[in-house]
Nanobody, 124 residues
Framework: QVQLAESGGGLVQAGGSLRLSCAASVRTFNSFDMAWFRQAPGKEREFVVSSRRTTGSTSYADSVKGRFTISRDNARNTVYLQMNSLKPEDTAVYYC?????????????????WGQGTQVTVSS
């Protein structure tokens, strides 16, 4: 069973930065597509960014392009989300997600493993 553990959330002022980490308890981390989602209070969970295992290609939500960066360290079984120029609207619980199925075989934004989430709060 795959377990994902996020860390690095916290309270930061607008314009500040945070780096989230997601450690995966898997043997073959490089066999998984990884992604970050977020859910703000009273809103549905939304896609933030993904990282394909085969090509290393990334995809970002328009709202975070140019400010957030996903990276992965396959040796450490960890994916990171560097968040810069944070805005109050970035306040949410951030979730790490993973899936070993090929991207073409599943609906977009569908991942079958999820972490518990880490809270990010950006004050104005």
């Amino acid at each position: 069973q795959v377990q994902l553990a996020e860390s690095g959330g916290g309270l930061v002022q607008a314009g500040g930065s945070l780096r989230l980490s997601c450690a995966a308890s898997v043997r073959t981390f490089n066999s998984f597509d990884m992604a970050w989602f977020r859910q703000a209070p009273g809103k549905e969970r939304e896609f933030v960014v993904s990282s394909r295992r085969t090509t290393g290609s990334t995809s970002y939500a328009d709202s975070v392009k140019g400010r957030f960066t996903i990276s992965r360290d396959n040796a450490r079984n960890t994916v990171y989300l560097q968040m810069n120029s944070l805005k109050p609207e970035d306040t949410a619980v951030y979730y790490c997600a993973a899936d070993a199925r090929p991207a073409w075989s599943r609906p977009a934004y569908e991942y079958n493993y999820w972490g518990q989430g880490t809270q990010v709060t950006v004050s104005s």
